[in-house]
T-cell receptor, first 112, second 113 residues
Framework: AQSVTQLDSQVPVFEEAPVELRCNYS??????LFWYVQYPNQGLQLLLK????STLVKGINGFEAEFNKSQTSFHLRKPSVHISDTAEYFC??????????WGAGTKLIIKP | KAGVTQTPRYLIKTRGQQVTLSCSPI?????VSWYQQTPGQGLQFLFE???????NKGNFPGRFSGRQFSNSRSEMNVSTLELGDSALYLC????????????FGQGTRLTVV
């Protein structure tokens, strides 16, 4: 069965520094890949998604992610973070049975 | 276009009671999924309904049940509430295709005392 691993439960980073949030999934069968963000006391919001085509995907708020099929990874990056990026970030994999498999989430902590 | 609406936003119940949560998906969406989110367990999938049928189910006891109506609105019911059921319950709607995004509501915060 498919599983999604977000290796870091928390990532502290200084404001204006770059950040990478890691996501690995278990199956190399055709999948759809998503990153969602959850701000405090809110639901989840889509940041970006990979369905097919270019392996570099750009999303909202300056985030981007790279799909690496050989490493079964879909890491999220931002070149310069802002205090407003403080949130929890979730990686998800969509399968042909229409179910989304979720990672445990990574809390991004921005230090001033 | 209106987003996903969950009601109520906050709820306090006593152990042993039952509760019903409601979710109105985005117009035209036929799939509604429910999740439980707690600090310890993260985001856990409860079940998914598509065109009034339960299509996928997570690993939760039978006290957790749901249904979907012909207008795609969905309800989730938890019977015989336990303290451990305290959580944020999130509903997500989508077209139901595997390659489309899910749109989330703001959630219902359930506290069991």
């Amino acid at each position: 069965a498919q599983s999604v691993t977000q290796l870091d439960s928390q990532v502290p980073v200084f404001e204006e520094a770059p950040v990478e949030l890691r996501c690995n999934y278990s199956s190399s069968v055709s999948v759809y890949l998503f990153w969602y963000v959850q701000y405090p006391n809110q639901g989840l919001q889509l940041l970006l998604k990979y369905l097919s085509g270019s392996t570099l995907v750009k999303g909202i708020n300056g985030f981007e992610a790279e799909f690496n099929k050989s490493q079964t990874s879909f890491h999220l990056r931002k070149p310069s973070v802002h205090i407003s990026d403080t949130a929890e970030y979730f990686c998800a994999v969509g399968e042909s049975n229409y179910q989304l498999i979720w990672g445990a989430g990574t809390k991004l902590i921005i230090k001033p | 276009k209106a987003g996903v609406t969950q009601t109520p936003r906050y709820l306090i119940k006593t152990r042993g009671q039952q509760v019903t949560l409601s979710c109105s998906p985005i117009s035209g969406h036929r799939s509604v999924s429910w999740y439980q989110q707690t600090p310890g367990q993260g985001l856990q999938f409860l079940f998914e309904y598509f065109s009034e049928t339960q299509r996928n189910k997570g690993n939760f006891p039978g006290r957790f049940s749901g249904r979907q109506f012909s207008n795609s609105r969905s309800e989730m019911n938890v019977s015989t509430l336990e303290l451990g059921d305290s959580a944020l319950y999130l509903c997500a709607s989508s077209t139901g295709q595997g390659n489309t995004e899910a749109f989330f509501g703001q959630g219902t915060r359930l506290t069991v005392v």
